[in-house]
């Protein structure tokens, strides 16, 4: 069974950088496409960037292109998003999922491991 644990949260000033992580136990992250998504209370969680499994396709959310680079690590079976020019607006709790390969990247309902969260604050 896959395990998925975030870490790599926490309070930044705005324009500041995070490098979020996702580790795997159970199973080899290479073997799932990987996302990393973000959810505010009340709201639906939603996609912000996600990698194939092969690592040679990524998609991001028009808010995080140019800003957030996601990739993989697999000597350390970990995937990284990595954040920069944080805003306000970019605070929510971030999630690491993970799906089979051959299912759409960054799609909500075709994951099906889930992290715990880690919390991410953009505040001055």
């Known amino acids: 069974q896959l395990q998925l644990v975030e870490s790599g949260g926490g309070l930044v000033h705005p324009g500041g950088s995070l490098r979020l992580s996702c580790a795997a136990s159970?199973?080899?992250?290479?073997?799932?496409?990987i996302g990393w998504f973000r959810q505010a209370p009340g709201k639906e969680r939603e996609g912000v960037s996600c990698?194939?499994?092969?690592?040679?396709?990524?998609t991001y959310a028009d808010s995080a292109k140019g800003r957030f680079t996601i990739s993989r690590d697999n000597a350390k079976n970990t995937v990284v998003l990595q954040m920069h020019s944080l805003k306000p607006e970019d605070t929510d709790v971030y999630y690491c999922?993970?799906?089979?390969?051959?299912?759409?990247?960054?799609?909500?309902?075709?994951?099906?491991?889930w992290g715990q969260g880690t919390q991410v604050t953009v505040s001055s």
């Open positions: 999922g993970a799906s089979p390969p051959g299912r759409r990247l960054c799609a909500l309902e075709e994951t099906d491991y």
């Open positions: 159970g199973s080899t992250l290479d073997h799932y496409n």
């Open positions: 990698i194939s499994s092969s690592g040679g396709t990524t």
